[in-house]
């Protein structure tokens, strides 16, 4: 029997590909899979076993780390979503004005300067106002994080506002709902899933940072990502495994979910 | 009167954009406080002295930008070309070119793949290419690195089929690099590319078969000239953070194997010569600069061109 020929078809793409999901996903699997292992080495399976967590835990180091890692995000992804919304309402559904384009610019300017600049950057500035301030506190990795993670947060807002159906707002104006009541009770509960997909997308930012983080930081402030980065030039044990499988976990558990929020509600046309 | 309703609106328009400022206010001050502004800084440091225990001397000086270039002796004060910098710049432009060539070669056929699924597959195959884009950079590159290591998987599994003796040395080698980058940046290659294949017309590629076209030209001549936008916007986005690299050469390269990223923090850190890391920040960031408007070219020419 002849196969039908079929014109999506190019020989060979299909093994590549399946061959590329296969080296993407092997060296995370090693990854997770040694985590487990029961001796030291991170390539000679000796058994199964939770030691290596149960070394983590009870690291002072790392907990301390992780807390503040999770402590900047919250509050740096809180600080950039916040201003993103704002600044995706001012950019979006408005005739075109005087400086549009410049705030676009503006806005993605942190995408485009490459993240050693700005690391560099920041070294620099923060350590003259170190100086005059006297201040060394979690602030400047909090202002600096909340600083690149602006361009991320406002991505899905605004894709949002622009999918929105202006009808509803439309029709709140013409029922004499003032602009900051159909704000607040039309826009934002429409708008809520961009937000929230927003802030996620800030926070893993934020929680991965490592450049940025390694600059600004003062002695004592190591972040999670930080902190691994100054132990994978030592001698590496499975507790590296099992930091990341938490950290892995972490992450894929907030873009699971950025993933689901930010789909478009399934329409019935297709 | 009509000139009064004339004035009436224009008030109105005034207050809109004003209003859309002070909107965009919070967002536009942190990222100018904290990411611009630095930026003119570091323009500035360049042309100062450096101080004796790094940060600078308040003077002007071209030396950081001459230090760029060349090196002054200590002893007699004679000019050489920097040739540490050059073979620094260049390799950092071979590694992330070579990257960029893999990641097309890997990331075209899957992103042919996903866009050739049925609609309602697209979308999980996608997030599949994502999954690993979102998760920690340096947690891939320790990945990577766990893979290739001497003790690692590889040389331990060839060692014990026999194959190999001795492990091979991959990690610390331009070819770690290179393939730590491939691995970190091939899904920003597969979503533009994915992007441009998504909307292609096969009703042209049915065309061209109907013209006996065989797959190879109908891939050459009609699929790669009409996502060509994509490729190159893929190609960007890899090249740019791949030339800039900081982590993928600081845990796979060693300490030998240096890229610019690496150059410039050591400037900050133990060479203590700020005016040279800003002078070579400068430079990164223009090279960036001309890729990105090559880019931008690109895009609004092929634009152009699709719609006439």
């Known amino acids: 029997m002849a196969k039908t ?7 060979g793409f299909a093994t590549i ?40 835990w009870n690291n002072q180091q790392v907990i301390e780390a992780s807390v503040r890692s999770l402590q900047i995000a919250a509050v740096a992804a809180v600080i950039a979503t916040a201003c993103a919304t704002l600044a995706a309402i001012a950019t979006t559904r408005t005739a075109p004005y005087r400086g549009l384009t410049i705030k676009y610019s503006i806005i993605n300017m942190p995408l485009l300067v490459p993240e050693i600049v700005t690391a560099v950057a920041l070294l620099i500035l923060f350590s003259r106002v170190k100086v ?32 929105m159906d202006l009808s509803l707002e439309r029709a709140a104006s013409d029922l004499y709902a003032s602009s900051f009541q ?4 039309v826009t934002l509960p429409l708008l809520w899933p961009g937000i929230l997909a927003g802030l996620m997308l800030a926070f893993v930012i934020s929680l ?9 930081k003062s002695g004592g402030q190591d972040t999670l990502p930080t902190y691994m980065l100054g132990q994978l030039r030592r001698v590496v044990t499975p507790e590296m495994n099992a930091i990341s499988t938490v950290f892995l976990v972490i992450s894929l558990a907030i873009v699971t979910l950025f993933f689901f929020l930010s789909r478009t509600p399934q329409k019935d046309n297709e | 009167m009509t000139l009064s309703a004339q004035d009436a609106t224009e008030q109105r328009q005034k207050k809109h954009v004003r209003d859309r400022w002070l909107l965009s206010a919070p967002a536009l001050i942190l990222i100018i406080a904290a990411s611009v502004g630095p930026l003119l800084i570091v323009v500035l440091y360049s042309f ?14 071209t030396e950081g930008w001459f230090n760029v270039l060349f090196t ?17 710049f260049w390799r950092s432009i071979k590694l992330a070119f070579a990257t960029t060539v893999f990641c097309l070669i890997f990331g075209f056929p899957t992103a042919y793949f996903i866009a050739t699924r049925a609609p309602h597959n697209r979308s999980l195959w996608l997030f599949l290419i994502t999954i690993p884009f979102w998760t920690n950079m340096l947690i891939r590159t320790f990945a990577i690195q766990e893979v290739i290591r001497s003790e690692g998987i590889i040389n331990t599994l060839l060692m014990k089929i026999g194959i190999i003796s001795a492990p091979i040395q991959m990690m610390f080698t331009d070819f770690a690099i290179m393939l730590g980058m491939t691995y970190v940046f091939l899904p920003l290659m597969v979503l533009p590319l994915y992007a441009s294949l998504e909307k292609l017309d096969f009703r042209l590629i049915e065309a061209g078969y109907d013209l006996y076209a065989s797959r190879f030209g109908v891939l050459w001549r009609i699929i790669i000239p009409l996502v060509k936008p994509g490729i190159i916007a893929g190609s960007i986005l890899v090249f740019v953070p791949a030339l800039s690299s900081y982590v993928v050469p600081r845990v796979l390269g060693g300490g030998k194997n240096l890229m610019v990223g690496n150059l410039i923090e050591l400037q900050f850190g133990q060479g203590r010569n700020w005016p040279l890391g800003a002078a070579l920040s400068v430079t990164l960031v223009i090279i960036v600069l001309f890729a990105m408007l090559y880019y931008v070219r690109n895009a609004s020419k092929s634009g152009g061109s699709a719609h006439g």
């Open chain 1, 17 to 56: 590909a399946m061959f590329c999901f296969f080296l993407l996903y092997l060296p995370i699997a090693t990854l997770v899979v040694y985590s487990f292992n029961s001796g030291s080495s991170i390539a000679i399976w000796e058994g199964f076993s939770l030691r290596w967590f149960q070394s983590a």
């Open chain 1, 132 to 163: 005059w301030t006297g201040y060394s506190g979690l602030g400047y990795l909090i202002v600096a994080h909340a600083a690149f993670c602006i361009p991320f947060a406002y991505m899905p807002i605004r894709a949002r506002l622009e999918s």
């Open chain 1, 182 to 185: 159909t704000f607040r009770y």
């Open chain 2, 48 to 61: 100062l002295a450096p101080g004796s225990y790094g940060d600078v001397k308040w003077e002007f000086s």
């Open chain 2, 72 to 88: 002054r002796d200590i002893f007699d004060d004679t000019v050489s070309l920097a040739d540490a910098h050059f073979s620094i």
């Open chain 1, 208 to 216: 991965d940072d490592v450049v940025i983080t390694e600059f600004v």
């Open chain 1, 5 to 11: 020929f079929s014109i999506k078809r190019q020989p």
